[in-house]
């Protein structure tokens, strides 16, 4: 019986409009989400933590990471509906502009900047070019509000373009070892 059911699955032909609803993109034209069209996901906050405060000196910024991972419970490949939301945190200066640091020396949030959201679906990605193609990824970027920023991922895709070994998701190993209790 089961296995009947997968191969109906599989079979079936399910509409580019409808993926998007259920993997978090929306689209006016019924084709699968491009960069931009993905939906914000209000309950993000929700979701467990892919990486929490990611320390980035060199940028000036903390990264807060959330993960919904779909499917199966292993991370690579990641599956379908699989989103990730990654918030950009300013920080604090000293009277240099240089990033302060806290008693243990980490970083100390200041403003919440900007909110990134990555997706995968099946046949996701496709319009762009092979070069910044990040396998079956799209992106959004949104304002602490939730507003959109545009359909302009060039900068995400071209980072996590080297990362194919980790289905082009940043920090895999990091992650993974938290997951295991290592961290």
Same mark, same amino acid.
């Given at each position: 019986? *089961?296995?009947?059911?997968?191969?109906?699955? @599989?079979?079936?032909?399910?509409?580019? !409009? @409808?993926? !998007? +609803?259920?993997?978090?993109?929306?689209?006016?034209?019924? @084709?699968?989400? *491009? +960069?931009?069209?993905?939906t914000y996901p209000a309950d993000y906050k929700t979701w467990p933590s892919y990486l929490n405060a990611v320390?980035?000196?060199?940028l000036k910024q903390i990264r807060d990471i959330y993960i919904n991972l779909q499917g199966k419970k292993s991370s690579r490949p990641f599956a379908y509906g699989t989103t990730m939301v990654m918030e950009l945190y300013s920080v604090k200066t000293d009277a240099e502009g240089k990033p302060a640091v806290d008693a243990d020396g980490k970083l100390q949030k200041?403003?919440?900047?900007?909110?990134?959201?990555?997706?995968?679906?099946?046949?996701w990605g496709q319009y762009v070019s092979p070069e910044l193609r990040n396998g079956e990824w799209v992106y959004a970027a949104f304002d602490p509000s939730g507003k959109s920023l545009g359909g302009d991922a060039?900068?995400?895709r071209t980072c996590h373009v080297p990362m194919k070994d980790t289905d082009f998701v940043?920090?895999?190993?990091?992650?993974?070892?938290?997951r295991a209790g290592k961290r």
């Open positions: 019986m *089961k296995k009947a059911l997968v191969a109906m699955a @599989a079979s079936m032909t399910v509409s580019g !409009a @409808a993926l !998007a +609803d259920l993997y978090g993109g929306t689209t006016a034209t019924g @084709a699968a989400p *491009k +960069d931009g069209e993905l320390q980035r000196p060199d200041q403003t919440l900047s900007k909110v990134f959201v990555m997706s995968k679906g099946p046949g060039n900068s995400c940043s920090r895999v190993p990091e992650y993974e070892a938290t």
